[in-house]
T-cell receptor, first 110, second 114 residues
Framework: RKEVEQDPGPFNVPEGATVAFNCTYS??????FFWYRQDCRKEPKLLMS???SGNEDGRFTAQLNRASQYISLLIRDSKLSDSATYLC???????????FGTGTRLQVFP | DAMVIQNPRYQVTQFGKPVTLSCSQT?????MYWYQQKSSQAPKLLFH???????NEADTPDNFQSRRPNTSFCFLDIRSPGLGDAAMYLC?????????????FGPGTRLTVL
């Protein structure tokens, strides 16, 4: 079983749509969780951290369910510029060893 | 302002010809990481330095070495590149927390092996 699993997609959605990505992780002792965004042939960039209480940043909402070892990302009112690969990332160890999922590709069309 | 800088952005080398990739940071972070990312795959951690302490991942080939002469700089040396080493190489930095912090990535060096 992979340490961090994501649906690779692609998700093809029209502008304005709401889209949700899910991710599961295997290590129940994992400490912290993130969503990164990666554009084609670019480096990963931190999109947001994920907290147990859930957190929102504009059109983006992230949720964490520790009991189910499940992380989600919701994007509302999709824009063309949201087209990218979204990486689910779990921080397992000292010092901050990040475990990456393979990413979910999102394509927003006009 | 760029905080994690990688040079060169694109590197072409010949099969078996040694190559060195460079990373520098202005964040004064304790930890520097090197990742390899192949097309449509997740970044794969090769090794990291916590200050001067080197930590190799168990499955990193011996062909890959690293040097960290000071806090700001870290180098990735590929002694004898093979065709399978063609990839994006990402440098990242972190404060070195206890599983609570994130990492900051440089723009990457795309390596082509002919």
């Amino acid at each position: 079983r992979k340490e961090v699993e994501q649906d690779p997609g692609p998700f093809n959605v029209p502008e304005g749509a709401t889209v949700a990505f899910n991710c599961t992780y295997s290590n129940s002792a994992s400490q912290s969780f993130f969503w990164y965004r990666q554009d084609c042939r670019k480096e990963p960039k931190l999109l947001m951290s994920v907290y147990s209480s859930g957190n929102e940043d504009g059109r983006f909402t992230a949720q964490l369910n520790r009991a189910s070892q499940y992380i989600s990302l919701l994007i509302r009112d999709s824009k063309l510029s949201d087209s990218a690969t979204y990486l689910c990332v779990v921080n397992d160890e000292w010092p901050d060893k990040l475990i990456f999922g393979t990413g979910t590709r999102l394509q927003v069309f006009p | 302002d760029a905080m994690v800088i990688q040079n060169p952005r694109y590197q072409v080398t010949q099969f078996g010809k040694p190559v060195t990739l460079s990373c520098s940071q202005t964040l004064n972070h304790n930890v520097m990481y090197w990742y390899q990312q192949k097309s449509s795959q997740a970044p794969k951690l090769l090794f990291h330095y916590y200050d001067k302490d080197f930590n190799n991942e168990a499955d990193t080939p011996d062909n890959f070495q690293s040097r960290r002469p000071n806090t700001s700089f870290c180098f990735l040396d590929i002694r004898s590149p093979g065709l399978g080493d063609a990839a994006m190489y990402l440098c990242a930095t972190g404060r070195g927390g206890r599983g609570t912090d994130t990492q900051y990535f440089g723009p990457g060096t795309r390596l082509t092996v002919l």
